[in-house]
């Protein structure tokens, strides 16, 4: 089938679109590439590639007989949905709802949307399904939440979303990010020695590494349209449920000469929530989840030490996505609502480096 895949080079999409190419789906990708500078190493799957915001899609981007749009695109976890709530609304929620509608009008069958697990926000101890009740805490839950519900109306009997309710992400992409817990600890660990915690350690969260992500997105697209018809699904496994103090014990078991240490101040999360992932592998056999928390932790010590990571890299412009994206706003390169200034988009066409 001809897939268009939104968000195509950012951190998942760089695993997801190879993904779907082995499947044998044509690709074709929509990305306003916000991080077009921080590659961190290796090269992209090479695809056609539309280079638009999704709050500008124009319906003859959707022209020419998709059979599915796999949408990712958005700011991408909570710390950066606080950078501007109404910003993180307008495009992770009010762009959404406009690309699906858009979607609908083209004929476009399925609608995969990339959710998350934290519009359970506050869940607590025990383990939440598909059927709890959301409880966002942040405007990035939030908007996920909002979104489903609006993509739920726009369903007919021509237009089937699904919502992939993902668990937190780990894992190496060429678009790596090191503000998520797994890659964070790791990449702490292996460049000073301190598994740096940043809160006391206590609350849970489930986990699941990005290929394993885009292997439910490609599962659930795959799947008969009776079966995931606005069906929400939480993505990960449920033995992949961890405190983060266990995450930062396993980095201290596999980074050697490295010892747990917290910062100054680090205290309770009240995001804290465990989730129950029988529903996909029921409903949705195909997805056969292949990593755990250990394995990525190897697969991302083994990266960063053949890139040679450095410290200033992931705490500073270079890699962090809020402080690459404060810098642009500095520059000017980008404007007050996260949009490439002229002189910038023409400047920066092309996938660029980092340099060391």
């Known amino acids: 089938m001809k897939v268009l895949v939104t968000g195509h080079r950012g951190y998942i999409g760089c695993a997801l679109v190879p993904l779907l190419q082995q499947a044998g789906h044509e690709v074709v990708g929509l990305d306003s590439d916000l991080y077009r500078r921080c590659t961190f190493s ?7 590639s539309i280079d638009r915001d999704i709050r500008d899609v124009v319906p003859a981007d959707l022209e020419g007989g998709y ?17 501007d709530p109404d910003l993180t609304i307008a495009i992770n929620h009010e762009a959404t709802v406009r690309l699906a509608r858009l979607a609908r009008d083209a004929g476009i069958p399925r609608f995969v949307f990339s959710s998350s697990c934290s519009l359970y926000g506050a869940a607590g101890d025990n383990f939440v399904d598909e059927t ?30 699904t919502f992939l309710r993902n668990a937190t992400a780990y894992g190496f992409s060429q678009r790596v990010r090191f503000d998520l817990v797994v890659n964070n600890l790791t990449a702490w660990a292996l460049t000073t020695g301190r598994v740096l915690m940043k809160s006391d350690g206590t609350p849970w969260r489930p986990i699941v590494h990005i290929e394993d992500i885009s292997r439910a997105f490609l599962s659930v697209m795959e799947a008969p349209r ?23 014990d396993a980095v201290r078991e596999l980074v050697p000469g490295c010892r747990i240490d917290f910062e100054e101040g680090a ?13 996909i592998a029921r409903m949705v056999p195909a997805f056969q989840p292949q990593w ?39 520059d000017h390169d980008l404007d007050g609502k996260l949009r490439w200034s002229t002189a910038a988009s023409a400047a920066n066409r092309q996938d660029e480096r980092v340099p060391a």
């Open 42 to 48: 290796g090269a992209m799957a090479d695809v056609v």
């Open 67 to 83: 059979g599915a749009v796999l949408h990712l695109a958005g700011l991408s976890n909570d710390p950066l949905g606080n950078l």
């Open 132 to 161: 709890a009740e959301a409880n966002p805490i942040t405007p990035y839950g939030a908007a996920k939440i909002m979104s489903e519900h609006a993509l739920t109306e726009l369903a007919n009997d021509d237009f089937s979303p």
């Open 226 to 248: 009776e079966v995931v018809h606005l069906q929400a699904f939480n993505v990960g496994r449920n033995d992949e449920n961890y405190r983060i103090s266990e995450i930062a």
């Open 267 to 279: 205290g309770p999360d009240a995001r804290c929530y465990r989730v129950d992932c029988s529903k």
């Open 292 to 330: 755990t928390v250990r394995t990525g932790i190897v697969q991302l010590r083994d990266a960063y030490i053949a890139a040679g990571l450095k410290q200033e890299w992931f705490e500073g412009p270079k890699f962090s996505r809020i402080a690459h994206l404060r810098a642009l706003l500095a």
